[in-house]
């Protein structure tokens, strides 16, 4: 077996593998041994602000969910997951019907892939079954979206394993990455009851080496900014925690959010009756910073706070724009801090755990910039660092972090990496 290491990550060799003992004796061995994948993401800024339609700008990382595996004749997939040592299988058989059906017999995981083949088949694709066995190194649940990536490496192997039947490209294709997104979206929405917005999907189907993407949620347009700052390292810090509070308090801001957005609409054109284009507000991303301090005394104070939070940081993704186009990290490091606090006073989705890891790294000089990273609760911190300072980062996190919460912390560094793949065997 020729498994090429510039053509497959390190993940789809280890699970290109295992396939064969996995999946020994029982395969049509005439089909072509494959394996397909696709990243985790960072965001760099915007956090909370997809659902608002507002901006954010994540990258996709060097670390994958792979499947590895061949296309049987059949409408049969069946799964081995290397990280649960556990088998799953199920139809495609009348998707989307079976859907609801079948899923209750699946482990949690395997929801996931049959939610993105269900959405595929909901959109028009038919779809061949596969064996295959599925594998990764992105930390599951800690925050550089583990299931992000397996939704759209499950699109990409269902594009790999169907023989051709459709395709996914930027051009004339039959799905375009932000389709395929949208699609690794819902199967989410339904799989974790998590009512969340297109940041993870979009930043692992849009991933490009060396760049970071600037996505607008409401019109998806989107384009790439380099990030390349060959002295600065992107590190993750994982505090360990999962994310057990996370769905009910996701949704709940979502909601809220909504709710705010109706209301200081609803202000402005009690105090600007003339205003016709307030009409148009549809989401946060409307509001203006001038029309927020104008009129946000009126609202709860929850609300206030939520939305003053969202506001400030959509502004802040744009500013970012305009500093990593000139390369200037100091200032994007300031914006990091801010966003932090944003998140952590405002919008309330920190914990003691990103707030100590935050901490500590302020105190590290050579740090820029650090702040948690995604949903919240739980998860990790992004943290923009001077290379020559990732090693006291890493001795700060590791005397300190252990005594202050009583958990032990991991450190990653990530790269701007790029998107889906897939390749056969030669
Ligand atoms: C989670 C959601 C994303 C986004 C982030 C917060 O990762 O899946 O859609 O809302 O939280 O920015």
């Known amino acids: 077996m020729n498994n090429d290491a510039e053509v497959f990550p390190q993940p789809a060799q280890a699970a290109l593998e295992r396939f064969p003992i996995v999946f020994s004796g029982d395969v049509d061995y005439a089909a072509p041994l494959g394996a397909a994948w696709a ?12 659902y608002n339609d507002g901006f954010v700008l994540p990258l996709a990382i060097d670390r994958v969910a792979v499947f590895a595996g061949r296309t049987r004749g ?49 959109v028009g694709v038919t779809l061949l079954g596969f064996d295959a066995v599925l594998g990764g190194d992105v930390p599951l649940g800690g925050g550089m979206s583990s299931s992000a990536a397996l939704e759209v490496a ?9 023989a051709g039947r459709f395709t996914i490209a930027a051009e004339n294709a039959t799905l375009t990455p932000l389709q395929v997104a949208a699609i690794c979206q819902r199967a989410e929405q339904v799989a974790s009851g998590v009512q969340c917005g297109i940041l993870d999907q979009a930043a692992s189907c849009l991933g490009r080496p060396g760049k970071a993407v600037l996505l607008d949620c409401r019109s998806l347009e989107f384009c790439y900014l380099p990030f390349d700052a060959p002295d600065l390292s992107l590190v993750v810090i994982d505090t360990g925690v999962r994310r057990e509070l996370a769905s009910s308090a996701y949704n709940e801001r979502r909601k809220q959010c909504e709710e705010a957005a109706r209301m200081l609409r ?9 205003n016709e284009a307030a009409r148009e507000i549809a989401a946060l991303r409307d509001i203006t910073q001038e029309q927020f301090d104008l009129y946000a005394v009126e609202l709860p104070e929850i609300l206030r706070r939520r ?21 200037t990290f100091e200032e994007i490091g300031k914006l990091l801090w801010l966003s932090h606090a944003g998140l952590r006073d405002d919008y309330e989705v920190s914990s003691a755990e990103l707030d100590t890891l935050v901490v500590i790294a302020r105190q590290v000089q050579g740090v820029v910039g650090a702040r948690m990273l995604g949903g919240g609760f739980g998860g990790c911190t992004i943290n923009l660092v001077h290379n020559q300072a990732v090693g006291a980062l890493r001795q700060a996190v590791e005397e300190q972090y252990p005594s202050r919460t009583g958990r032990q912390a991991s450190i990653d560094i990530c790269r701007a990496a790029g998107g889906p793949g897939s390749a056969e065997v030669k």
């Open 266 to 274: 609803d202000l402005i054109l009690q105090h600007e009756p003339g």
């Open 154 to 162: 499950t699109a990409e192997a269902c594009a790999f394993f169907s």
């Open 74 to 122: 059949d409408d049969v997939v069946r799964l081995w997951s290397m990280h649960f040592e556990e088998y799953a299988q199920f139809s495609l058989e009348g998707l989307p019907v079976t859907f609801e059906q079948q899923r209750g017999k699946l482990p949690a995981w395997a929801r996931y892939i049959l939610g993105v083949a269900t959405e595929l088949t909901r």
């Open 307 to 327: 939305a003053g939070y969202v506001i400030a940081e959509d502004a802040r993704v744009l500013q970012t724009v305009k500093l990593l186009e000139t390369n």
């Open 39 to 50: 990243p985790g993401r960072v965001n760099l800024i915007g956090e909370h602000t997809d």
